[in-house]
């Protein structure tokens, strides 16, 4: 496991990479997790270690099951209906 990943799991462990690109990494995050403040750990985290993980930039945006299902084929990975999909360029 990436050195990214094992910090993102780290804040969210209900994180799922649905995408490497080799340059760029796709994650799913549940909603709930925005709710319960480990996006803001999460943040914390990379932006004081960009350069130690290898990270150009990263965003955030909010999606439904039905985009992240279109995006990757995904089954139903969470209970709740609103995601976040987390992509992280290198």
Known sequence: MSLISNVI?????EARLVEDLGHEL??????QSAKDG?????????????????ISSYGISDTTLEEV???????QLYV???YF??????
């Open 9 to 13: 799991f780290k804040h969210v462990p």
């Open 26 to 31: 796709t994650y799913v995050l549940p909603y």
């Open 38 to 54: 480990a996006f803001v750990e999460l943040f914390h985290e990379l932006d004081d270690r960009l350069t130690d993980l290898g």
């Open 69 to 75: 299902r279109n995006r990757k084929e995904l089954t």
């Open 80 to 82: 709740t209906s609103f």
């Open 85 to 90: 999909l987390f992509e992280i360029l290198l």
